[in-house]
């Protein structure tokens, strides 16, 4: 595995970059973790020796590996720690001579542990969920004692690892998510034309206060005050719908907003809108964001957490500050009224960045260089 093949995005870039490798992901659920980390074992069963993928039995993740004809070991576990699932493990390691192993999650570290046999060189583990709690105590540092790296999916969650994680003398970097197939098929959004007379607006995700459904309510309403005709649209479920209804409802916003459901693909219909709001209160990396600017849209976010590094990834869109209903449709409101050019750029760049090349060779001088 020579570096002279490595170069930023180089499509000649041989598929053998890694050893045999494992991706375990033993969560039952079926979401942003789970998601990535089945786009994840795809891509490594292109660009290494040998991907196995080790999920929990009966999970969507095992459904979904079947269908993507990956090389899937399904482990029978009924809590974080087993020792049926330990041994389970610990024999398909050592049955497809595993030598680099990613993990998504934490929960499962107690099992996890007592897996990582003597051939094993490199044991990553990817964070993509902020954490609050410490785990820095004695047992915290027994049960992640084995780890060599950890990977974060962004720089803000690159700070909150390193805060709160037994990481003294071990690797912590960055790895952004590849956008991958995606980045093919991304409609192009539609124009701010002069003749529209309606202004479409659009939010995709997990339907949760945390995620600003809420405040982009606060700024459809505002903008309404403001003589913009505006629609908003959600794609997205969560155990927050039912209040985001009734808030609509309340306000008299019901034939303003639509409701399209828990779907596959959202970004698929972003050419029906003219912008993306994402007034997010915390991001581990913000996919539907990243999709949104990938897309080339419109796109309004608040200042926190992950969502400024797009600015210095080379993303053209618009900030404001966390809570800030007005600065945020302000912001749409004179883009509607000037008609501004989509940031088409921002597809280049999201070419980039996110491509299934650069994530690879990331991860790759991050483990190897």
């Known amino acids: ?17 890694f050893p045999k490798t494992a991706v375990v992901c033993l969560s039952p659920n079926h979401g942003g973790m789970e998601i990535s980390s089945k786009g994840l074992a795809s891509r490594l069963s292109q660009w290494s020796e040998q991907c ?8 969507w993740l095992e459904s979904f590996a079947d269908q993507a004809s990956l090389q899937c070991i399904p482990v029978t ?9 330990i041994r389970q493990i610990r024999k398909a390691f050592k049955d ?26 490199k044991f990553v583990v990817r964070h993509g969920t902020p954490k ?21 999916i962004s720089d803000a969650m690159r700070t909150n690892v390193s805060r709160l994680f037994p990481v003294k003398n071990k690797t912590v970097f960055v790895n952004y998510v590849s956008q991958g197939e995606k980045l093919r098929s991304l409609p192009v959004p539609k124009k701010m034309s002069s003749t529209d007379d309606k202004l479409k607006i659009v939010q995709t995700a997990r339907v949760e206060y945390i995620k600003g459904h809420f405040d982009s309510i606060d700024v459809l309403e505002k903008l309404r005050g403001l003589g913009i005709d505006a629609k908003l649209s959600f794609y997205g479920g969560g155990r927050d719908l039912p209040n985001l209804k009734a808030d609509v409802k309340a306000r008299g916003l019901s034939e303003h907003v639509s409701f399209e459901g828990q779907i596959t693909e959202p ?46 990834l080379g993303f053209n869109y618009v900030m404001a500050p966390t809570g800030s209903i007005t600065s945020l449709a302000d912001g749409i409101r004179a883009a509607w009224l000037n008609r501004e050019p989509q940031p088409l750029s921002n597809r280049d760049t999201a070419k980039r960045v996110f491509s299934d090349e650069a994530e690879m060779i990331r991860l790759y001088q991050a483990l190897y260089n």
């Open 1 to 17: 595995m020579s570096e002279e093949c490595f170069f930023w995005g180089d499509s000649q870039v041989p598929e053998e970059l």
């Open 77 to 85: 576990m009924k809590h974080h720690f087993s020792i049926n699932g």
């Open 96 to 121: 497809h001579d595993i030598r680099l192993v990613i993990y998504a999650g934490s929960s499962e570290m107690r099992t996890l542990r007592f897996c990582i046999n003597d051939k094993i060189d």
């Open 267 to 312: 970004y698929r219909f972003f050419g029906r809108y003219h912008v993306f709001l994402y007034p997010s209160y915390s991001e581990g990396f913000g996919n539907s964001f990243a999709e949104a600017l990938s897309a080339g849209m419109h796109s309004f976010c608040y200042d926190n957490t992950s969502l400024p590094e797009y600015r210095y």
């Open 52 to 59: 196995i993928f080790v999920v929990r039995r009966g999970s």
């Open 132 to 152: 609050s709690k410490r785990k820095t105590d004695l047992v915290h540092q027994f049960l992640w004692s084995k780890v060599t790296h950890h990977m974060a």
